[in-house]
């Protein structure tokens, strides 16, 4: 069922190194997560103060209409704390991580965050920055520090959707991929339509041989966010995997149209060329060559696009340049046999 037209699995999954790379499903799809998702610490104190001000916000924001509102002496004593709080030691330690995370200082950015849990201990919001925490150590390539910092966090609060998602995250780029499926599993548990979850629960089904579930949850994409990359990315592969590649052809011109990455350009290629679409596979690695010299998945699909052509010294060519690229040999000796 499985053909081995899978540019995109040899990416999502680095079956060299037996660690998961981090340039695929979205792309850098498992440490792409530190640039797409990244850690939104100065949330919680936006949140504070958005609401400590919002009063007298919205009374300026209607300055020729209303006169700023009369406070009771409680409400004064409210207002004057409020503007003391991004003074406190908790709040400063937290600007001063994202300004670290921002000039890409992981270790000092996860510091800051240690120290400002020390400093209020009982703050609620904590188990939040313990799961930022978890994803710095992550970023800096401390997994299993990580990891540790993670599993607290589930315990502490099993339903915080971002520590599930973040330990799955860590567990996926560990080669954990059943652990890292409860893990979205829970979450969607919680959030039957989280869109990130049913991507990943749904593409780790499917490379496990869970058609019907890998089926269930794309689905929800395509009801839930049905122009999305990651959409496109799911039934393309679904459909390609499953050897209904005229379907998958659809989705992946809208994929490299979205997102153009030379993974998912192989992919398309792929499929073109299993419909016999070669002069459109032709254009495609075209296109894609010139903007990605050097993806060996490429020359790997030209090969075996000339190799369909008869061109034989043109395929050995191109599959002498995808073994120097780093194609597994056994796949690109495949193509002659």
């Known amino acids: 069922m499985m053909k081995d037209k899978m540019a995109y699995y040899n990416r999502y999954f680095d079956t060299d190194s037996g660690r998961h790379s981090h340039k ?10 530190k640039h797409r998702v990244r850690p939104v610490i100065s949330v919680f104190a936006a949140l504070f103060m958005l609401f400590a001000t919002s009063m007298d916000m919205s009374a300026q924001s209607r300055g020729a209409e209303l006169k700023l509102p009369h406070l009771t002496p409680k409400e004064k004593a409210f ?29 000092a950015a996860g510091l800051r965050l240690v120290e400002a849990m020390a400093v209020e201990p009982d703050n609620p919001l904590n188990v939040a920055l313990m799961s930022n925490l978890g ?3 992550f970023y800096n390539e401390q997994d299993s520090l990580a990891l540790v910092t993670l599993n607290e966090v589930c315990r502490r609060s099993p ?46 089904a499917l490379y496990a041989g869970r058609l019907d579930t890998a089926i269930c949850d794309f689905k929800v994409l ?42 998912y350009y192989a992919m398309l290629a792929g499929s073109l060329i299993a419909t016999e679409s070669l ?57 002659f046999q």
């Open 135 to 137: 994803m710095l150590y």
């Open 279 to 335: 002069n459109e596979a032709s254009e495609t690695l075209e296109k894609a060559l010139k903007q990605f010299p050097n993806d060996g998945e490429l020359y790997y699909y030209r090969a075996k696009l000339n190799r369909c052509r008869y061109m034989n010294d043109e395929a050995h060519q191109d599959a002498a340049k995808a073994l120097k690229l780093g194609v597994q040999r056994k796949k690109v000796e495949a193509l």
């Open 222 to 263: 395509e009801r839930v966010v049905p122009e999305s990359s990651d959409t496109y990315l799911a039934m393309g592969t679904l459909y390609s995997m499953t050897g209904n590649d005229k379907e998958a052809v659809s989705y992946l011109r809208k994929l490299v149209d979205r997102t153009p990455a030379p993974e």
């Open 24 to 33: 695929g499903i979205d792309a850098d799809r498992f440490r792409e997560f």
């Open 159 to 204: 339903r915080l959707i971002a520590g599930r998602e973040n330990r799955a995250r860590v567990l996926l780029a560990m080669g954990r991929d059943a652990d890292a499926y409860e893990d979205y599993a829970a979450v969607i548990a919680i959030d039957s339509i989280n869109s990130t979850a049913r991507f990943y629960h749904g593409m780790i």
């Open 79 to 107: 207002k004057d704390d409020s503007l003391q709080l991004m003074e406190r030691p908790y709040f400063l330690l937290i600007d001063q991580s994202e300004q670290a995370l921002d000039s890409g200082d992981y270790a």
